[in-house]
């Protein structure tokens, strides 16, 4: 460097504009990085996921739920036909299979059973010399979400036994009896499909089907704006920037 350079060079450095400029790039620089770390927090939170919705929640008894769409692989039940689809109903208590002798605990605030038609303690496979399937299908949409971290915990009861598939994939199975399980992998993104196979035995005897489910917990953390990486990224070169400039000036002194 030559003399004349050396000697500009310092006069830029001593100059309180220079520092001023420098200062404000690095306390801009830093005031963005911090607000992008605080959004990227933010919106990596954990929410509950939307669409998780137990069996009969928020419904009166013989409403159609129309979260669970009802389906007949084979049996003589055939669910509850609507413009939209087929369902189940909501059952009440008091009346046969929802009495307190019976085989199924009542309904509760957090979840009701349902079951293929309003007529709760309708028999179904009896005599016919084949179990019925049928599965009951809950669908929920994880877009803008990191599939990856999405997790529930739920319990299921079914009549007479049953298997959980998430996206076609086995879970568990049993349900004979309350089941309580949680899930942690096996989410994508997008719509994904919680399926309910429910087995009636065939049977001599009075034989109702049914199912209930209820969500205990869940959570997923959203996937954060393409504009918070860049704000981030922005406030990281903008900040090392003004270091450079601060320490250049230092050294020239």
Not at 121 to 131: A, I, M, P, Q
Not at 172 to 195: C, I, M, P, Y
Not at 197 to 224: D, H, K, Q
Request: charged residues 10%.
């Amino acid at each position: 460097m030559s003399a004349a350079d050396a000697s500009a060079n310092c006069q830029i450095a001593s100059d309180p504009r220079y520092t001023f400029t420098a200062n404000m790039i690095a306390k801009a620089a830093k005031l963005a990085v911090v607000a992008a770390t605080c959004t990227l927090a933010l919106q990596a939170q954990a929410d509950t996921i939307s669409g998780l919705v137990s069996t009969g929640y928020g419904l009166s008894a013989g409403s159609v739920d129309y979260n669970y769409a009802f389906s007949r692989v084979q049996g003589s039940a055939f669910g509850t036909t609507t413009s939209s689809g087929t369902y189940g109903v909501v059952t009440s208590n008091g009346s046969y299979p929802l009495t307190s002798n019976t085989y199924w605990p009542l309904n509760t605030e957090a979840s009701s059973w349902l079951t293929p038609t309003a007529l709760q303690g309708t028999s179904f496979d009896r005599n016919t010399g084949l179990d019925g399937i049928y599965n009951w299908t809950l669908q929920f949409d994880l877009s803008g979400k990191n599939a990856s971290t999405a997790q529930m915990s739920l319990k299921w009861f079914a009549d007479d036994f049953g298997k959980a598939y998430l996206n076609g994939v086995e879970l568990t199975q049993g349900a004979s009896n309350w089941e309580v399980f949680s899930v942690n992998s096996g989410f994508v993104d997008g719509v994904n499909s919680l399926r309910f196979e429910v087995t009636n035995y065939n049977s001599p005897y009075t034989n109702p089907t049914g199912v209930r489910v209820e969500f205990i917990s869940s959570y997923v953390s959203a996937v954060p704006e393409p504009s918070t990486y860049g704000m981030l990224l922005a406030g990281l070169g903008a900040l090392g920037l003004g270091l450079r400039l601060s320490s250049g000036r230092g050294r020239r002194h």
